[in-house]
Structures are given as structure tokens and as C-alpha cells.
């Protein structure tokens, strides 16, 4: 069987190195913040798919990209009230999580760190 050689990317559809999901260690993790706060992400290529969750209840989805590397998430359920930053940093590839949390228990926020 002969060899074809082809003068285009015939695996576009794979990531490779030049994209951000080819320089990541992982390409899918979640991550706790505040006892109560999940957030899972998803690279695909150039993009990192967001979900966050408040005491296991969705409360938002998003994608964030170099172009447009912040997004915050707001919401409540079972009692508590959230609101949640998410930062794609890029020296290294990370995501910056922050969050408030607020319940008729008391209040909390901070941050953490999601390598990618």
C-alpha cells in the first residue's frame, strides 16, 4: 500500500501543540473552593468550557478564551448565595478561581488554582 503525503492538516481536529488544550497537562478537571463551590473545566483548542456548581446544583456555564480570559458566575441554591471569577492565566497555563459564598451560617470567600 503506497504512502500518500497531503499538504494540509489532515488531524485538524486533534490538538496539537500550537493549541492551548495541546499545552495542557489535562484537558478536563474540577476543582473545590469554599466547601461548597465545584468548578469543572474542559479544554477544547483554543477554549476552556466552564461549569460551576453550588452545593451540587448548576448554577452557570460558560467559555472563556485568550481573547476574553474572565468570566464570573452568580447564583443561588439550597440556602446559599454565590458569586465565582474565573481567570485563564497564561504564564503557565492556568485557571484563577475566586469566590464568595454567603449562607444564614455566615460568609466566606477566597482563591485558588487550577494548572492546566
Request: hydrophobic share 40%; with cysteine; aromatic share 4%.
Amino acid at each position: 500500500m503506497a504512502v500518500k503525503t497531503h499538504n494540509t492538516d489532515i488531524l485538524d481536529h486533534i490538538n496539537g501543540p500550537e493549541t492551548l488544550a495541546g499545552q495542557a497537562v489535562a484537558n478536563s478537571a474540577c476543582i473545590s473552593l469554599l466547601e461548597v463551590i465545584k468548578v469543572c473545566a474542559d479544554l477544547q483548542g483554543e477554549s476552556v468550557k466552564l461549569k460551576v456548581y453550588l452545593a451540587g446544583v448548576e448554577i452557570g456555564s460558560g467559555t472563556i478564551d485568550l481573547a476574553h480570559p474572565t468570566i464570573t458566575f452568580g447564583g443561588g441554591a439550597l440556602g446559599y448565595k454565590a458569586e465565582i471569577t474565573i481567570t485563564l492565566e497564561t504564564n503557565p497555563f492556568a485557571l484563577k478561581i475566586c469566590g464568595k459564598v454567603s449562607s444564614p451560617f455566615g460568609s466566606k470567600s477566597g482563591c485558588t488554582i487550577l494548572n492546566l
